[in-house]
């Protein structure tokens, strides 16, 4: 039997989830579920909020265009929250979007926008970014919603970084050119530490900035390869690296 089932809607809600509760849809969730998808009384949807785990529910229609949903059973418990953090300096926006949704698909447990000398934008919609991981997570099968943090500078960012917490930083001047062995050198992963995760703006760091970060103890300097990545496309490659070596795809 597959791990989820992926041929009943899920949606995210705020309210407690427990056995037998009615919790009344939002009015763009009713749409979403009786007029895009078509569904009618007593079909199957699955609801999570990160703390009760995922529940199966059934459609309750309350007139033609809106529903409650009768909570029925827990079909999965809640894991513990993902401990990777993924730091970013901001994007344009269409492409912030598919970085959030991305990095949330690949485990990332906390999201904070990090501004530094080069980027290029320092606008950022916190709660757009939220919508697009509860989309993610929806999609995906995921029981934990990542916290998004507030945006910091780069110094703080770094400060704010637990002293056991393992940095993974982005470097295309990394002297190591094979990412796998620099992981394993940092760490052991029969026992890995916290992670965080750092990408840098399409401008690169400046050196001051490098230096920086290069100064913290417990810093990892990764190469992606011989090419340049864009950013978001950085994202992908640097989390699918740092789950499969010290992370919960090993």
Excluded at 42 to 59: K, Q, S, Y
Excluded at 110 to 118: D, E, G, H, Q, S
Excluded at 194 to 201: N, S
Aim: include cysteine.
């Amino acid at each position: 039997m597959a791990a989820y089932d992926f041929t009943a809607p899920r949606l995210f809600v705020e309210s407690d989830l427990a056995e037998g509760l009615i919790l009344p849809l939002e009015r763009a969730q009713a749409n979403y579920l009786l007029t895009v998808l078509r569904r009618s009384e007593t079909d199957p949807v699955l609801l999570f909020n990160g703390r009760d785990g995922e529940w199966r529910a059934e459609i309750v229609p309350q007139g033609r265009k809106s529903a409650d949903l009768r909570v029925v059973t827990r079909t999965r418990p809640q894991p513990a929250p993902p401990d990777l953090h993924y730091l970013f300096a901001p994007l344009k926006t269409g492409r912030l979007d598919y970085m959030a949704q991305k990095a949330v698909e690949m485990g990332a447990g906390l999201i904070r926008p990090v501004f530094t000398r080069f980027t290029q934008g320092e606008r950022i919609k916190l709660e757009r970014l939220r919508a697009n991981a509860v989309e993610a997570a929806e999609q995906c099968g995921i029981l934990s919603i990542p916290e998004i943090a507030e945006p910091a500078r780069l110094p703080a960012c770094l400060d704010a970084l637990a002293p056991e917490r393992l940095l993974v930083f982005c470097d295309e001047d990394a002297p190591v050119s094979d990412p796998v062995a620099a992981l394993r050198a940092a760490a052991d992963p029969a026992h890995p530490p916290p992670l965080a995760v750092l990408v840098g703006p399409e401008g690169g760091f400046h050196e001051e900035e490098r230096a920086l970060i290069a100064a913290r103890p417990n810093t990892v300097a990764l190469s992606l390869g011989p090419r340049i990545l864009r950013a978001d496309t950085a994202a992908v490659a640097v989390l699918t690296l740092v789950q499969a070596v010290l992370g919960d795809a090993r």
